[in-house]
């Protein structure tokens, strides 16, 4: 039978309601003011470590919101926690916290879930 | 019965003229002459239809043997008597009024307190009311005096922003950005023009229209990410920093001028007044009794309000606003 490839790749798109949330729901409790991003990119924009790596913080977090958290881990590590993007998130989320969270969420030892 | 209206802009003079059909109206203005933020303007959205002539036709409407506008002549305190007012003016004079409409309205939000974005240190970085004027004079110049090749609006600066303070949205500043690239472009169509948005507010009559005609007949640019951070080049531009959220990716772009859309705030009138007469709300802003049905009254008797004194609105429905407050004053 011709072969057309279709299974060679997985599909981009990701089941939301098959998610499990429960890291970001978590995340949510630990930093309230998280419930109030929309968005906006002002976090990357300003973010020290974006200057030097292909980090977008804004697009990590937002992944991690929809529960879809493989090689995040990897990614958090190259934040510097220096707090920039919590100077000038337009809705005070509290980012350096977020990521000490998502880090704390991501570590293999964390037995949480 | 004596009726005194604080503020001569659109709210204060509209009001006046339903008024001064059946009382004699006192209109207190503390510029030298009335309707100045209109007059700042050059166009208004929707229609493009010339600031001056609006403000020529309200002004017309003062010319009436009921009212006597009393310029350059700041009130500066309030004192209920019974169900009277007595107002104090700068110049320390005192009137009793059996009415006071509060028309106060907005001053904009002082760009200066975000420093990360450069405006006061970069000259590349102006305001809208500052774009509003090169546009009227017909001059938009970068700051070495030449046509500018880009130009950059970033919205929502001092509204919906924690950091400032401001958790509203002022609502007339998308449509301004719009209004005024379209405006840029109609002057200047090889300049490039983008508008940097959280979101985009198209909210009345014409708006979306508006937004549609910048994309398809002028070419403007959005991208949807908010500028965080504005820094000088060596030649003098401005350097800004977002991400580009819809492609996920953090960008820098180099601009002749920084536009920021500055929000509307509650003005020193406003916030003073409203205080003095224990009205005073969110914001700095003046409260109504509630915004359905008693949006022109206030918790105090025979104290009225009309227009942005309450919150941001476009002149528009400051008009209509003020209408609706001279029927409930009469
Ligand atoms: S700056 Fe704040 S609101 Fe904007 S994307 Fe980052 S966390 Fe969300
Ligand atoms: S704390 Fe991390 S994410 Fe935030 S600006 Fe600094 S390096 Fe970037
Ligand atoms: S009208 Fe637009 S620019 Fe103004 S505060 Fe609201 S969203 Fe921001």
């Keep these: 039978m011709a072969d057309f490839g279709f299974k060679i790749k997985q599909t981009r798109s990701f089941n939301l309601s098959q998610a499990d949330l429960r890291k970001a729901d978590r995340l949510l409790e630990e930093v309230p003011s998280y419930r109030l991003c929309i968005g906006c990119g002002g976090c990357t924009a300003t973010c020290s470590a974006r200057q030097f790596t292909d980090f977008d913080i804004r697009k990590v977090h937002n992944t991690f919101r929809r529960g879809q958290y493989d090689k995040l881990a990897d990614e958090l590590r190259k934040c510097m926690l220096c707090g920039k993007c919590t100077l000038v998130c337009p809705r005070g989320v509290n980012l350096r916290s977020l990521i000490i969270n998502m880090r704390q969420l991501l570590t293999p030892s964390n037995e949480t879930f | ?330």
């Design chain 2, 1 to 330: 019965m004596t009726i005194a209206i604080i503020g001569a802009g659109p709210a204060g003079i509209e009001a006046a003229s339903v008024l001064a059909k059946q009382y004699q109206v006192i209109l207190f203005e503390r510029e030298e002459r009335p309707l100045c933020n209109i007059r700042d303007k050059a166009f208004l959205f929707p229609d493009f239809s010339s600031a001056d002539e609006l403000a020529d036709k309200l002004e017309s409407k003062l010319s009436h043997e009921n009212i006597t506008l009393k310029t350059a002549t700041p009130v500066v305190s309030m004192q209920r008597t019974g169900e009277q007012w007595t107002l104090t003016t700068a110049d320390g004079t005192t009137a009793t009024f059996d009415a006071v409409l509060l028309a106060t309205g907005y001053k904009v939000f002082d760009a200066h307190q975000k420093e990360e974005l450069g405006y006061g240190i970069y000259k590349g970085v102006i305001t809208s009311l500052e774009m509003e004027k090169m546009i009227k004079e017909n001059n938009i110049r970068n700051n070495m005096n030449e046509i500018p090749k880009q130009i950059v609006f970033l919205q929502c600066v001092g509204s919906r922003d924690e950091k400032s303070g401001n958790h509203y949205c002022s609502k007339v500043c998308c449509v301004t950005a719009v209004k005024q690239a379209i405006e840029i472009k109609k002057q200047h169509p090889e300049t490039d023009v983008y508008i940097f948005y959280m979101d985009l507010r198209m909210w009345g009559q014409g708006f979306e229209e508006m937004y549609r005609e910048a994309q398809e007949k002028y070419g403007v640019s959005f991208v949807r990410g908010r500028i965080s951070e504005a820094a000088s080049t060596f030649d003098n531009r401005v350097q800004i920093k977002a991400e580009d959220t819809l492609m996920g990716n953090p960008m820098t772009m180099n601009s002749d001028l920084l536009v920021l859309m500055v929000g509307m705030c509650a003005s020193e009138g406003t916030a003073t007044l409203s205080k003095c007469a224990g009205i005073d709300g969110l914001y700095r802003f003046a409260q109504s009794l509630s915004p359905h049905t008693e949006d022109n009254l206030t918790a105090q008797p025979n104290l009225f309000l009309a227009g942005s004194c309450k919150r941001p609105m476009c002149i528009e429905d400051t008009i209509q606003d003020a209408r609706a407050a001279a029927l409930e004053i009469m």
